[in-house]
């Protein structure tokens, strides 16, 4: 109990210069424009079969996409992993500095699946950066782990992507949290829902609301 006391002040100060250090920021999009988001830009990959309310709703603003790891790809002859996922195709991006920001949310249990993508890479990679669910945690691709305990609980995630410098910043809550580069490619788009991967729990799912698309003024 007493050191308990003894060290919160502590505690508090450290956290605040990790978070100065980190640049934390309540305004990640300062300097960024925020582009028009509605069905104009994105649509919903699903499994070829089946139609898409099967695997996607949105009701009061909230994008709930599941997918079974049994379920066909999106495409008959396609060999990738069953999904269902939002692709913000209208926002194709080759140069600049983009910015996805949405609060998302995922059930316990869901795991072995990319929520989220930065896709566009060179061959052989296909996707610059993947936002996985593995162990229950947040995590690059299905390696370090970004977030821990991400569970039944809603987080807000910003990505920033530098086309130039090819520099990727992942922000959970509104703080920095993992920095890598992406894997090159001439073009880039937004992606979130449920994307099975290696190891994928037989049922996925991830929610969505707040999407918004920003893009860096010059
Ligand atoms: C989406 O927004 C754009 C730009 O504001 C607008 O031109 C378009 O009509 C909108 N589409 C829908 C389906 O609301
Ligand atoms: C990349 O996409 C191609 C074509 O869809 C596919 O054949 C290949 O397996 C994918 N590669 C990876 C690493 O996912
Ligand atoms: C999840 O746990 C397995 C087994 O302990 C481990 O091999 C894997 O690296 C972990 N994945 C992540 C993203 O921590
Ligand atoms: C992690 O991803 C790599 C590349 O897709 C794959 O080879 C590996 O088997 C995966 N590991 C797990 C535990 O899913
Ligand atoms: C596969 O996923 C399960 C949970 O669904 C986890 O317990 C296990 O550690 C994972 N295995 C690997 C090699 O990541």
């Known amino acids: 109990m007493g050191s308990h006391y003894q060290f919160a002040p502590l505690s ?75 692709i913000i195709s209208g926002y194709t991006y080759y140069s600049g500095v983009w910015q996805f920001e949405a609060y998302g949310y995922v059930p316990c249990g869901t795991s072995g699946v990319s929520i989220m993508q930065v896709f566009g890479a060179t061959l052989p990679h296909n996707t610059s950066f993947i936002l996985g669910v593995n162990n229950g945690s947040l995590s690059y691709f299905n390696t370090s782990v970004i977030y821990p305990k991400v569970y039944d609980k809603w987080f807000r995630l910003n990505v920033i992507h530098e086309v130039e410098t090819r520099k990727l910043r992942i922000y959970i809550n509104g703080i920095s949290k993992y920095e890598t580069l992406d894997l090159g490619g001439t073009f880039h788009y937004f992606k979130c829902g449920v994307y099975a991967q290696k190891n994928a729990s037989f049922y996925m799912e991830s929610r969505w609301k707040g999407i918004r698309v920003f893009k860096r003024s010059d």
């Open 12 to 86: 508090i100060a450290f956290t605040l210069c990790v978070c100065l250090a980190r640049g934390w920021s309540n305004d990640l999009t300062h300097g960024f424009k925020e582009l028009p988001f509605n069905t104009s830009f994105y649509h919903i990959q699903k499994p070829y079969d089946l139609p898409v309310e099967q695997r996607y709703s949105f009701i009061n603003g909230v994008h709930k996409l599941w997918v079974f790891s049994t379920d066909k790809p999106l495409s008959r002859n396609s060999p990738t992993r069953p999904r269902s996922e939002i």
